[in-house]
T-cell receptor
Framework: DAGVIQSPRHEVTEMGQEVTLRCKPI?????LFWYRQTMMRGLELLIY????????DSGMPEDRFSAKMPNASFSTLKIQPSEPRDSAVYFC?????????????FGPGTRLTVT | AQSVAQPEDQVNVAEGNPLTVKCTYS??????LFWYVQYPNRGLQFLLK??????LVKGSYGFEAEFNKSQTSFHLKKPSALVSASALYFC???????FGKGTKLSVKP
């Protein structure tokens, strides 16, 4: 199994530009999670999906952030327009969703730098 | 509500010595608990979990954790630390929707 795949691995963009991060979960997993990690705030859950449906997006910081999961094998996190404070490492994770007893499998992350 | 706390930002230990990374929890219902490790420039990696049964749980890389209901703790342990274990360690409750702030483990030769 290839694990969770994220692209791009690194993204450098200018303030105001649109950024799209991509994630392919592990085949057979029906839950997908987007996290953001910074030194100041640690690891924050942004949004998670169950069976392609967004369950909780209360962690999405602003309307500039949006996430979609059009099918079981693909999800995107979009920031439009981007700002310097969005600079962080963004992780995607997937898991089986049952009795909350399943661990998550994380992708390698996308390091976003907004100048 | 589910929450965990990692009281130490950093743990320093000499190679070969035993190590403990602390986690306390506050959960409703069954206290499913998890430990993850993050190496530099990598995503989090699952180490072990407690669901039910034996209070001592064994996981990857020789790590184990002891579930203690009376102390509401789930400390991560390893009998003999290796330099390669230097990383960031996260505790998480059931659902894995929130994580502790992380504890940086530094093992010196």
């Amino acid at each position: 199994d290839a694990g969770v795949i994220q692209s791009p691995r690194h993204e450098v963009t200018e303030m105001g530009q649109e950024v799209t991060l991509r994630c392919k979960p592990i085949s057979g997993h029906n839950s997908l999670f987007w996290y953001r990690q910074t030194m100041m705030r640690g690891l924050e859950l942004l949004i998670y999906f169950n069976n392609n449906v967004p369950i909780d997006d209360s962690g999405m910081p602003e309307d500039r952030f949006s996430a979609k999961m059009p099918n079981a094998s693909f999800s995107t996190l979009k920031i439009q327009p981007s700002e310097p404070r969005d600079s962080a490492v963004y992780f995607c994770a997937s898991s089986s969703w049952g009795l909350s007893s399943y661990e998550q499998y994380f992708g390698p992350g996308t390091r976003l730098t907004v100048t | 509500a589910q929450s965990v706390a990692q009281p130490e930002d950093q743990v320093n230990v000499a190679e070969g010595n035993p190590l403990t990374v602390k986690c306390t929890y506050s959960v409703s219902g069954n206290p499913y608990l998890f430990w993850y490790v993050q190496y530099p420039n990598r995503g989090l990696q699952f180490l072990l979990k407690y669901i039910t049964g034996d209070n001592l749980v064994k996981g990857s890389y020789g790590f184990e954790a002891e579930f203690n209901k009376s102390q509401t703790s789930f400390h991560l342990k390893k009998p003999s630390a290796l330099v390669s274990a230097s990383a960031l360690y996260f505790c998480a409750p059931r659902g894995n929707l929130i994580f502790g702030k992380g504890t940086k483990l530094s093992v010196k030769p």
